[in-house]
């Protein structure tokens, strides 16, 4: 048993499924609002630097998917201070277990980090209207 820091947005029905697939491995999941969060650049860069730079936005956020925002057009400083002006854009959840920080949810790494498979594999991110994914296929022990 493992106990994982997991910031969520409230009210997001994948990260839901995602903690409950994590409890249901026998962890402590311990949640926080991503929306609300107050972080620095170097501590939000540490749950993001596994990733590549445009990998650290949510590619289902609104003003993404409407092009607004491109992630090809930030430097890794300005992507920082994009991300912590306005949060909904990063990928969730941001978590960390026993030091390991991690951007999304990857099975594979999450498994390796809690190194027990996880019954429920969900795809990684939300839906622009927020609604959960379903299962898309289960876990191999």
């Known amino acids: 048993m493992k106990l994982i820091l997991f910031y969520e947005k409230p009210g997001c029905s994948t990260n839901a499924k995602q903690k409950k697939s994590l409890k249901d491995a026998g962890h402590i999941v311990i949640t ?76 594979k790494e999450i498994e390796n980090v809690l190194g027990v498979p996880l019954q429920d594999r969900f795809q990684e991110s939300c839906t622009l209207s927020n609604q959960c994914l379903t299962p898309i296929s289960p876990a191999t022990p």
Do not use: T
Not at 74 to 103: D, K, W
């Open 32 to 107: 926080r609002n991503l929306l609300q969060m107050e972080m620095s650049k170097e501590e939000l860069f540490s749950y993001l630097k596994e990733r590549s730079l445009q990998e650290w936005f949510n590619p289902n956020a609104p003003k993404i998917k409407n092009g607004q925002i491109d992630p090809k057009d930030f430097s890794q400083e300005e992507a920082l201070s994009l991300l912590l002006r306005e949060p909904i854009l990063i990928r969730r959840p941001l978590m960390s277990v026993h030091g390991h920080r991690m951007c999304g949810f990857d099975h």
